[in-house]
């Protein structure tokens, strides 16, 4: 073993001493950092923690930004959909009608498998065109019941001359015609349909009428200035 001089032995004890003593310093200052001189020693889970003011006051802020976007984007949005309601009304109505209209359509044709809606005014008023001619037959017998693709011509038709608006061709597909081959169809009047089948198949008439050539200027359905037009209040003459 090599032995150690009197100068090595001075130092060696010298950073055997300093080393500990540092460490237990910087410790003991590190401990105590922050704290008030005198101020007493409370574990941190049990010192005051922030104020309310400072708590609340970043939420409180968070809240109104976002009450002031909702309220833009509602001041924006109400207009909008204001703006657009008239359209998107048009539209859905539109809709709907073509959907009536499409089931009058299966409604006037025959019954049968693939149409277990269908009615069957064709069989007396025509298939070919459909409500204004072709075979007539009821029961095996030949008839020939006006035609209703031109139902709305009103006295520019003669065989319609009854009819004077489009509530006159309502109530008579709902009442039927006395003394005539025409029933009633509405369960009001003991008939089988009820009042939406009723609508469906006068849209459906309505919507055949320029096939039919009933001209707008003479049709009394839709044109209140036809010749002969009467307002639905008034009965008809």
Known sequence: MV????????????????VPLGAFFIAWQAKGRGKAKGAP???AAMQPGPSDADLEKPRLEKLQGWSVAFVVLFAVMIPLVWLKEPSNNKAQTEALLQDSIARGAQAVQL?????????GCVRCHGD?????????????????????????GGKSTPIHSAIHNLDDVKQTIMRGRTGTDMPSW????????DDQQIQDILNYIVSIQPDGGVKFKDNVCINPKAPGFLPPSEPAQ
């Open 111 to 119: 019954y049968s498998e693939d149409n277990q809606f269908g009615v």
């Open 3 to 18: 032995a150690m001089s009197g100068a090595q032995l001075v130092v060696f004890l010298a950073v055997a001493l300093i």
């Open 186 to 193: 509405s369960v009001r009047f003991q008939g089988a349909l």
């Open 41 to 43: 020693d409370i574990p």
């Open 128 to 152: 070919n065109p459909v409500l204004g001619g072709g075979t007539n037959i009821y029961n095996g017998v030949l008839v020939h019941p006006p035609p209703l693709n031109n139902v709305c």
